[in-house]
């Protein structure tokens, strides 16, 4: 069984759906740095191991905590950024290569990169008039956002959107296809039977 790790810094509507939906790996541990995040009550609720960690702790592999060393020991086979927000170290990607995947809230190379998540992302591209936004699941590579695309699905920006209403559909886009999507990437890649 792909035994798969969430990384998650805030409310956690993508990991709770993660967790409860993923069929071809199963959730082992919810990685956060954030205390006050949302997600580390949903994961408490599911029973899921959480993990807060501070940045010396991610980006050091020698430091006593180190998350690198934290994963090893959680033999995990699979990495899932859900609204992640720190840059993942070079050293991790090297660990797991092609098997760490980030969901971004824009049509990816557009709108991505430092300080681009949430609603600054919905902001800059209402700001731009755009015609058209979407989502982007990615394998992560050493740049922020950046990586081979496994999936991109767009919709139209009508004149009555506003940021809210973009984070609205954008949300509601991920929960209907983000488990679908790791679960026949994970079905390629390991070609574990479904639990
Ligand atoms: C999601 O919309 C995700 O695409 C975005 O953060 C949100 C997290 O929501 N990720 C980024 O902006 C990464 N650059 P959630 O905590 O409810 O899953």
């Not at 029973?47 to 980006?59: A, G, R, W």
């Not at 995947?101 to 824009?106: D, G, R, S």
């Amino acid at each position: 069984m792909t035994r798969i790790a969430i990384f998650a810094s805030g409310n956690g509507s993508n990991a709770e759906n993660l967790i409860r939906n993923l069929t071809h790996g199963r959730v082992v541990l919810l990685l956060c740095n954030n205390p006050q995040a949302y997600v580390l009550q949903r994961a408490k609720r599911l029973h899921i191991p959480t993990v807060l960690f501070s940045k010396e702790e991610l980006e050091d592999p020698s430091h006593e905590y180190s998350v690198l060393k934290l994963l090893k020991t959680h033999k995990i086979d699979f990495i899932i950024l859900a609204g992640f927000l720190w840059k993942i170290p070079e050293d991790m990607i090297r660990a797991w290569p092609k098997k760490i995947v980030n969901i971004h809230p824009a049509l990816l190379p557009k709108y991505g990169g430092p300080g681009m998540y949430g609603d600054h992302v919905h902001k800059a591209v209402m700001e731009n008039g755009e015609k058209e936004t979407g989502i982007t699941i990615h394998i992560v590579d050493p740049q922020y956002d950046h990586g081979h695309i496994i999936y991109q699905e767009s919709f139209q920006i009508y004149s009555s959107d506003t940021p809210k209403t973009i984070a609205l559909r954008i949300h509601f886009l991920e929960q209907l296809r983000f488990p679908k999507v790791v679960d026949d990437y994970l079905k390629q890649l390991f070609k574990d039977p479904a639990v």
